[in-house]
């Protein structure tokens, strides 16, 4: 089969291409012939060596998947070969024509759902989730704000929020993401490479502020969210790239918190409640992914550099 192999941490021109033996399914793992593999910004990180968890090398990249399972046993009578499933993580990697996974890494892709957009999934719809609900405790009513929401994660964020009855606003930095945004649920979208945006949020919500702030980069943008929160409010980091100053004062005035998150902390039974409700979304018409990038598996190493450049329009797949 081909997959990509890093065997050293470095540039995106360490992802290689190789044709590597069949994998050998174990008792209690099923094979599954992908179809796409979804790709994130933790996996560029990893790739560079700069992320407190690394891989033993070499390895094979990615943790999204999506295509049709080939092989299982009868310890696992619900996934039989033929299903069409979308992968939330894997025992080999996801950057490949096949993967091994238990039972627990695989739920079930709705026909109406596209492989590519199966693969869009795991990562960005479990962040969203995890964040929003799990770490921000969102309720129906309040306002949310998602900064940086025309990227996977942050329109994820949106349909959730969305779907669970949240006023939604949203920051993109091009006229293309502000539109995709509000096609995606937000009752408004701001330009955040204008310097009045801070302000025009604060008027949207009387003056109050969000009551949940999602922040895609919180290195560039956490001091200034917590001078529009509403009282009580929480700010939910889900990505940074540094270090940032912040003035304590503006969190205690409003008695807010900053919350950290990592889908990593999820224990299984919370990923079991987090993809039941993301699969429900998806049977019900609520989510629906939006593919912003499609590249080949031979050429995963431009995908890494488009993960990690600007001007985010949805998630970017690597094809079978």
């Known amino acids: 089969m081909k997959s990509i192999h890093v065997s050293s941490f470095g540039e995106p021109s360490v992802l290689k291409l190789e044709e590597a033996p069949e994998l050998s399914r174990k008792p209690s793992q099923i094979l599954v012939r992908l179809h796409a593999a979804g790709v994130n910004p933790v996996e560029a990180y990893i790739r560079a060596g700069k992320y407190a968890r690394l891989p033993s090398l070499p390895y094979i990249p990615g943790a999204d998947g999506a295509g049709v399972i080939v092989e299982t046993d009868d310890e696992t009578p619900s996934l039989t070969p033929g299903d069409r499933v979308y992968l939330t993580g894997s025992l080999t990697g996801t950057y490949a024509e096949e993967a091994l996974c238990t039972p627990d890494q695989l739920n079930p892709l709705?026909?109406?759902?596209?492989?590519?957009q199966g693969a869009a999934l795991g990562v960005p719809y479990g962040t969203a989730t995890w964040a929003l609900f799990n770490r921000g405790h969102a309720q129906s009513?309040?306002?949310?704000?998602?900064?940086?929401?025309?990227?996977?994660?942050?329109?994820?964020?949106?349909?959730?929020?969305?779907?669970?009855?949240?006023?939604v606003l949203g920051t993109a930095g091009s006229a293309e993401g502000l539109e995709l945004i509000?096609?995606?649920?937000?009752?408004?979208a701001f330009d955040h490479h204008d310097s009045?945006?801070?302000?025009?949020?604060?008027?949207?919500?009387?003056?109050?502020?969000?009551?949940?702030?999602?922040e895609m980069l919180a290195n560039q943008n956490l001091g200034s969210d917590l001078t529009i929160l509403a009282p009580n409010g929480r700010v939910v980091v889900v990505g940074s790239r540094g270090p940032v100053e912040i003035d304590p004062r503006n969190l205690m005035m409003r008695e807010a918190d900053i919350r950290g998150i990592t889908l990593f902390s999820a224990t299984p039974a919370d990923r079991t409640e987090i993809y039941a409700r993301i699969t429900s979304g998806l049977e019900n018409g609520s989510l629906n992914p939006v593919i912003g990038g499609?590249?080949?598996?031979?050429?995963?190493?431009?995908a890494h550099e488009a993960i990690m450049g600007k001007g985010a329009r949805g998630k970017i797949v690597?094809?079978?």
């Not at 003056?207 to 949940?212: A, F, S, Y």
């Open 110 to 116: 709705p026909d109406q759902i596209s492989f590519e």
């Open 141 to 167: 009513g309040e306002t949310l704000l998602v900064h940086g929401a025309s990227g996977g994660v942050g329109l994820a964020a949106v349909q959730l929020a969305h779907a669970a009855g949240m006023r």
């Open 182 to 188: 509000r096609q995606n649920g937000a009752e408004a």
């Open 196 to 214: 009045r945006h801070l302000e025009e949020i604060k008027a949207a919500t009387g003056g109050r502020g969000p009551d949940i702030v999602l």
């Open 294 to 302: 499609k590249f080949p598996l031979a050429e995963a190493a431009a």
């Open 318 to 320: 690597l094809t079978m």
